[in-house]
């Protein structure tokens, strides 16, 4: 059987670095997260431990004591299934004598749709670990893990419902970090509505090129991103301190063997979503 080990590794093409920087507007939380970097996976399951911090004791001293008391605070111990995503390039000879580049320009664009599946996923990926039929190993996103600071709203979303969720997050004792809500057209056109007769401001983030707009409130300012992934009735919020990306497999193209008068390759990448504590996501639902 022809694998694609026969090929020399100058011929398999990593594209972590092209994965960062294509459709950025289409994918907003996967371009955050790869701009931070990924970790490493190297299993088909991660597991970490919850990241969490103690602020319930009295730790003051008297000078020059031994210390005999340490703390070790309790944390579950968190774990996702790491997904295969995969897109088939196939051209014919004929298109590419036609066109020299046809062959790139295809496997770019599949390198998108990977990206944007992806990012689907790692907002709404139901946790799968493959084991019955179809056998697809399928990784848990944001809302899957959002713990205990659901919020719920009727109708249309409030300022007041956009301080509950921050103040929500702000009682985790959360480590610091930017916080990002990723909302679809219809709650941001909500959003827009409660202070259109204010004065407002749009920053420009460095972090992976997107303007956002930030509300600022006492429990921390939130940068709010345009999705179209995100469910229409949700508002997604998170801390970003706590998510991560991990790969098993980065994103590679793989040329497959030449069967007939066409050449064939493929997209592929092994990813997961880690959320160091699920008390640092947070999903606000309209009924």
């Not at 940068?223 to 992934?229: D, G, M, Q």
């Not at 066409?262 to 996501?281: C, D, F, H, Y």
């Amino acid at each position: 059987m022809f694998k694609s080990t026969n090929f020399t590794n100058a011929e398999l093409v990593n594209l972590s670095k092209e994965i960062a920087v294509v459709g950025v507007e289409y994918t907003p939380l996967t371009s955050l997260l790869l701009s931070k970097g990924a970790e490493k996976a190297t299993s088909t399951i991660y597991t970490w431990r919850e990241r969490s911090l103690v602020h319930d004791e009295d730790i003051s001293a008297v000078e020059g004591e031994d210390t005999t008391k340490f703390t070790e605070s309790g944390r579950r111990e968190l774990n996702n299934v790491l997904e295969i995503f995969k897109k088939g390039v196939s051209v014919s000879g004929t298109a590419i004598a036609m066109q020299s580049n046809q062959f790139a320009s295809e496997v770019n664009d599949r390198l998108l749709e990977l990206k944007i599946n992806l990012e689907k996923k790692l907002i709404n990926g139901i946790k799968n670990d493959g084991s019955t039929a179809p056998f697809k190993r399928q990784m848990a996103g944001l809302i899957a893990f959002a713990d205990s600071n659901a919020v719920s709203v009727k109708g249309k979303v409030t300022e007041d419902h956009v301080k509950q969720v921050m103040r929500n997050l702000w009682n985790q004792d959360l480590a610091e970090g930017q916080y990002y809500a990723l909302v679809n057209a219809d709650i941001k056109e909500q959003i827009d509505a409660i202070y259109k007769d204010r004065y407002s401001y749009q920053h420009k983030t460095t972090n992976f090129g997107l303007v956002v707009d930030s509300i600022e409130t006492n429990y921390g300012t939130v940068n709010i991103v345009l999705s179209k992934h995100v469910p229409a009735d949700k508002m997604v919020v998170f801390n970003d301190a706590y998510i991560n990306l991990v790969y098993l497999r980065e994103p590679a193209f793989e040329p497959l063997a030449k069967t007939g008068d066409s050449v064939k390759g493929q997209v592929i990448a092994e990813a997961t979503l880690k959320v160091a504590s699920p008390k640092a996501v947070a999903v606000v639902t309209v009924v």
